[in-house]
Each structure stands twice: as structure tokens, then as C-alpha cells.
């Protein structure tokens, strides 16, 4: 019998850990192993018995990110589960295994948790190691940075919506129809961005980069579209240099499915095409 050198299951869960650590605790922190009947209540009418007695009652997530914020300080917020040995991701609510594995329950298992967390509303991904690569090489920004970044923004946007909900109620009691439309649809964005800036440090750095770039007039008109590309989803930002080379600088990023609430695939693909669009002129031309 002896002391393992580390908790982990490998050196890339540690360095999962390490990350989110290291770029999130203003936030959130992330544990590692945490049992699965810790964060959902495995009583509930949506679970089968045998399901509760020979798996949930054993299982852990390989992590789970909760808040470090006074008000509500530990609360759960995303489950991941790395999926090192299969290289798979989760769609539709189920697990799609790439690489086959030694263990024949393994897709049972994931299914399972994932069908669970569905049902009662608590995110949870599947993530291998493209989703922890870095997006741009001197960068620290990854798929996954962008999930969690999703899933805090979508978390305090609908909480300001409730919270606000009589508030705007008022502002368009007294308008017509179309007037109350367009209040409740500035109001969304206006909502939805700042969640986003509050949350997302990926859209904290876009802001910043675009800001700098246009600032120094270094670039003309740019663009962007979605691409379409199998199973994967991704898009596409394109734009003209003005100074030196006077180069067409394009940035696509492809992504897989993710399947997990609070996040879209869509979105993802197009904060991290952005910010590796406006990263690569900032460093090429201003920096």
C-alpha cells in the first residue's frame, strides 16, 4: 500500500485543474471528484432505483465548478467530465464515444449522468482534448473557457431577468404593441451583453483588442460568417489589413457539438473566431 503522487487521473486533469484555477478564481473555483449524489439530489422521481443503488451512489464528476462569491459561495454551476481514453463529446443527450475503450459500461455510464443532469437542468459537458487546446498559441484561452464563460454569462442574464422582470413590465404598460417590442428587444441585448462582459473573459479581451486595433486605424472593413463543415459548427472572421502588407486576415474556428445548458455551439465558434481574428492583427501590426 502506498500514497499516490497525485488525486488526479492523469497529468491533463491536473492540468485542467491547474487552469481553471489559475484563470477563473475571480469567480469560480473548480473541484476535482466530487461525488455525483453531492451536486444532484439522486432521490428525485426521474431516477430509477437500480440506476441510484449500482452507479449514482458511486460515481463522482471528474469536476465540478461552483461559485467562490460571498452570496452564494460554493453553489454548483457546470459539471465537466473529461473524456481522455474515448476522445468523445456529448449530443442530443447522449455520449458519442471516438476511440473505443477497455471498459463496455463506459457510454451507460456517461449517458446516465448526462440524461440526468438534462432533467433536472444542471449543465454538464463532455470535453476531450480539443476543447482544452489552446485557441491561439500565446494565449491561455480554450474551448472550455469559453463553455464556462457561457454558462456564467446565461446564468446571471436569466437571473436579471427575473429580478427585473416587473421593471420592465412598467416601461412598456402604457406603449402599443410595436413600441413594447422594441423596448423588450433592446432590453435583451443590452442584458445579454453585459452578462457577457461581466463574465466572459474571452469577450473582455475581444472588446479590448477590437477597441485597439480600430483605434490605430489599422484595419478597413472586416466580416464574418458561419461555416458549415460536417458534424462540426463554426465560423469564419475576415477582414483587410490598411498598413504595411496590407494583408486579408482570416480566422475560422470549427468546433464539436457540446450539448450542454446555458452554452451555444454557434456562439462559442463565433466568440473565439473573433478573438483569435482580432489577436493575430493586434499582434502582427500594433503590438
Not at 447522449?94 to 456517461?110: A, C, V
Not at 449543465?123 to 463553455?147: A, C, G, M, N, R
Not at 473565439?272 to 493575430?280: G, P, V
Request: glycine content about 4%; aromatic content about 10%.
Amino acid at each position: 500500500m502506498a500514497i499516490r503522487k497525485m488525486i488526479f487521473d492523469s497529468t491533463t486533469e491536473k492540468n485542467i485543474f491547474d487552469d481553471l484555477i489559475h484563470k477563473w478564481n475571480n469567480k469560480i473555483t473548480a473541484l476535482p471528484h466530487i461525488p455525483f449524489k453531492d451536486v444532484i439530489d439522486i432521490q428525485s422521481k426521474y431516477i430509477k432505483q437500480v440506476e441510484r443503488e449500482k452507479f449514482l451512489l458511486k460515481t463522482n464528476f471528474d469536476f465540478v465548478v461552483v461559485s467562490n462569491q460571498k452570496v452564494n459561495f460554493g453553489e454548483p454551476i457546470l459539471a465537466i467530465e473529461f473524456d481522455g481514453w474515448g476522445h468523445g463529446f456529448s449530443n442530443n443527450g447522449e455520449y458519442i464515444e471516438i476511440n473505443k475503450t477497455k471498459d463496455p459500461y463506459r457510454k451507460l455510464k456517461l449517458d446516465c449522468k448526462i440524461r440526468i443532469c438534462e432533467q433536472e437542468g444542471f449543465p454538464l459537458v463532455v470535453v476531450s482534448y480539443q476543447e482544452i487546446e489552446k485557441v491561439v498559441k500565446d494565449q491561455l484561452f480554450t474551448i472550455l473557457d469559453e463553455i464556462i464563460g457561457q454558462v456564467l454569462s446565461n446564468k446571471e442574464f436569466v437571473v436579471t431577468l427575473n429580478e427585473e422582470a416587473n421593471k420592465l413590465g412598467d416601461s412598456i404598460k402604457n406603449t402599443d404593441s410595436n413600441t413594447a417590442q422594441m423596448i423588450i428587444d433592446d432590453y435583451v441585448i443590452d442584458k445579454e451583453a453585459c452578462s457577457q462582459i461581466n463574465n466572459n473573459p474571452i469577450v473582455q479581451k475581444i472588446c479590448v483588442l477590437q477597441d485597439k486595433v480600430i483605434m490605430n486605424k489599422v484595419i478597413g472593413e472586416w466580416g464574418c460568417k458561419p461555416v458549415d463543415e460536417g458534424s462540426y459548427t463554426g465560423w469564419e472572421y475576415y477582414g483587410k489589413v490598411l498598413i504595411k502588407d496590407k494583408k486579408i486576415i482570416n480566422k475560422k474556428v470549427l468546433i464539436r457539438q457540446v450539448n450542454c445548458k446555458g452554452v451555444s455551439e454557434c456562439t462559442i465558434a463565433k466568440d473565439l473566431a473573433e478573438f483569435a481574428f482580432w489577436s493575430e492583427i493586434a499582434s502582427k501590426y500594433i503590438d
